[in-house]
């Protein structure tokens, strides 16, 4: 079965410094891929997704991910993080065949430091 | 262009109640997919209705039910609550293409069991 894992539940930087947050997949075939962010109360905001193609994908707000086949791995990366990008990140994969939903980590809390 | 709206945005019912949450998609999007997000349990998929019919269900009783309309809004039905039913209820829409489709997420409703 596909399964995503996020290993880190919680991280906090500085505003201003690099971000990384790790995404693991399990999937058989090629995935389609996705990063959520979700503010406290509110809904998920699509910042990226990977379908084919270039394996860097930029999204907004200043994210890219890269999808790397040999690692089974989408991290989200972010060169300077500011203060409102504090949130919790979701990494999620498409269900195969048929099934039509998304599949999701649990989460990652970002918490940014003046 | 309007987004994936949901009503209400709280509900509070109690034991054994019945709780009724609506769901409005993306203009010219046909599929309405319904996730819970419980505390500690992490995003969990629902429901999926496409063209007005149920395509998929997550592993959830039969008292979590629903209905999508001609004008492709959607209706979860949760019956006979109980305390643990107590989540935010997201509604995510997309154009219900086969692999790599996009949902598109609303702000959620909180439904609260007393």
């Known amino acids: 079965a596909q399964s995503v894992t996020q290993p880190d539940i919680h991280i906090t930087v500085s505003e201003g410094a690099s971000l990384e947050l790790r995404c693991n997949y399990s999937?058989?075939?090629?995935?389609?891929l996705f990063w959520y962010v979700q503010s406290p109360g509110q809904g998920l905001q699509l910042l990226l997704k990977?379908?084919?193609?270039?394996?860097l994908v930029q999204g907004i707000k200043g994210f890219e991910a890269e999808f790397k086949r040999s690692q089974s791995s989408f991290n989200l990366r972010k060169p300077s993080v500011h203060w409102s990008d504090a949130a919790e990140y979701f990494c999620?994969?498409?269900?195969?065949?048929?099934?039509?939903?998304?599949?999701f980590g649990k989460g990652t809390k970002l918490s940014v430091k003046p | 262009e309007a987004g994936v709206t949901q009503s209400p945005t709280h509900l509070i019912k109690t034991r054994g109640q019945q709780a009724t949450l609506r769901c409005s998609p993306i203009?010219?999007?046909?599929?309405v997919y319904w996730y819970q997000q419980a505390l500690g349990l992490g995003l969990q998929f629902l429901l999926w209705?496409?063209?007005?019919?149920?395509?998929n269900r997550g592993n959830f009783p039969p008292r979590f039910s629903g209905r999508q309309f001609p004008n492709y809004s959607s209706e979860l039905n949760v019956n006979a609550l109980e305390l643990e039913d107590s989540a935010l209820y997201l509604c995510?829409?997309?154009?219900?293409?086969?692999?790599?489709?996009?949902?598109?997420f609303g702000p959620g409703t909180r439904l609260t069991v007393l």
């Open positions: 995510a829409s997309s154009l219900g293409l086969a692999g790599g489709d996009t949902q598109y």
């Open positions: 999620a994969v498409e269900n195969g065949g048929s099934q039509g939903n998304l599949i």
């Open positions: 209705y496409d063209e007005g019919e149920e395509r």
């Open positions: 990977y379908f084919s193609g270039d394996t």
């Open positions: 203009s010219g999007h046909t599929s």
């Open positions: 999937y058989g075939a090629t995935p389609y």
